[in-house]
């Protein structure tokens, strides 16, 4: 089954302690991205990547890192989080072919920082 | 830049009513245009798109036309269901520009038997 998968589903960590959330999708997608949902915000990107080794930032870069290192993997880690950060949080997939923009989500990840 | 409107949310409408959510866009050249669902408790799901001017996308009874004079993407249903209950979000890209899509805020409806 096609799918983006995303761990852990509900965190609840403090102030300052590094964390990793994890995302992987079996589609062979070039395109990976990082979202941050809020209230009253909609969906926010947080940062994308268009290959193996290419990311770039989306609007909201701060106090977030990713990585691609592999195509099918895209973690987004929180070197120093803050209550700020609390949110929930969606990985999404693509491909980058012409007209095929339609991004394929993660279940979500929702995060608790104390 | 690139923005979404939506209108406010919550709707809240009886079984069979008639939907529309509104959404416009401010947007350089040419984006493509989505409608993304979002049932409770699940990620953002595609439920329709349109690629050019004057396209309708449609998908499980909804359907949304493209209008470049209006810059508007409405989300319209002519019967809702209880299972329609979901947030809706209105979303552009550039085609072939995918690096950077922008949502809107989101509208949810709760459809009431």
């Known amino acids: 089954e096609a799918q983006v998968t995303q761990n852990p589903r509900y965190l609840i960590t403090v102030t300052g302690k590094k964390l990793t959330v994890t995302c992987s999708q079996n589609?062979?997608?070039?395109?990976m991205s990082w979202y941050r949902q809020d209230p009253g915000l909609g969906l926010r990107q947080i940062y994308y990547?268009?290959?193996?080794?290419?990311?770039d930032k989306g609007d909201v870069p701060e106090g977030y890192k990713v990585s691609r290192k592999e195509k099918r993997n895209f973690p987004l880690i929180l070197e120093s989080p803050s209550p700020n950060q609390t949110s929930l949080y969606f990985c999404?997939?693509?491909?980058?072919?012409?007209?095929?923009?339609?991004?394929?989500f993660g279940p979500g990840t929702r995060l608790l920082v104390l | 830049g690139n923005s979404v409107t939506q209108m406010e949310g919550p709707v809240t409408l009886s079984e069979e009513a008639f939907l529309t959510i509104n959404c416009t866009y401010t947007a350089t050249g040419y984006p493509s245009l989505f409608w993304y669902v979002q049932y409770p408790g699940e990620g953002l799901q595609l439920l329709l798109k349109a690629t050019k001017a004057d396209d309708k996308g449609s998908n499980k009874g909804f359907e949304a036309t493209y209008r470049k004079e209006t810059t508007s993407f409405h989300l319209e249903k002519g019967s809702v269901q209880v299972s329609d209950s979901a947030v809706y979000f209105c979303?552009?890209?550039?085609?072939?520009?995918?690096?950077?899509?922008?949502f809107g805020t989101g509208t949810k409806l709760q459809v009431i038997p």
């Open positions: 979303a552009l890209t550039r085609l072939g520009g995918y690096q950077k899509v922008t």
């Open positions: 999404a997939s693509s491909t980058t072919e012409k007209k095929q923009e339609t991004q394929y």
């Open positions: 990547s268009m290959n193996v080794e290419v990311t």
């Open positions: 589609m062979n997608h070039e395109y």
